[in-house]
């Protein structure tokens, strides 16, 4: 053997939390079909769109995912201090 190198880690940013779209970006959607975040995004960057992203540090869960979910549930009191929420 000459060389080895372990599983690589990879870090990548995720799209989650609040989304605020300008009107003018709602209005050039076309109703009735179906168009999803990611293809927005997508049509955003060909178009070159103005996109900005802010990063976030904070505590997070997917409750859109049923683990995550039943963890908020099981652990509500926990998560509120986290999140600076009154008892």
């Not at 053997?1 to 989650?16: G, I």
């Not at 963890?71 to 509120?80: F, G, L, Q, R, S």
Request: glycine fraction near 6%; aromatic fraction near 16%.
């Amino acid at each position: 053997m000459t060389e080895f190198h372990e599983k690589p880690v990879y870090h990548f940013d995720v799209s989650m939390g609040v989304y605020c779209f300008n009107r003018s970006v709602i209005k050039k959607l076309s109703k009735n079909k179906p168009y999803g975040f990611d293809q927005l995004m997508t049509d955003g960057i060909k178009n070159k769109d103005k996109i900005r992203i802010y990063k976030f540090n904070g505590f997070w869960l997917d409750i859109g995912r049923l683990e995550d979910y039943q963890y908020a549930d099981e652990h509500y009191p926990e998560i509120k201090k986290k999140l600076g929420l009154k008892q």
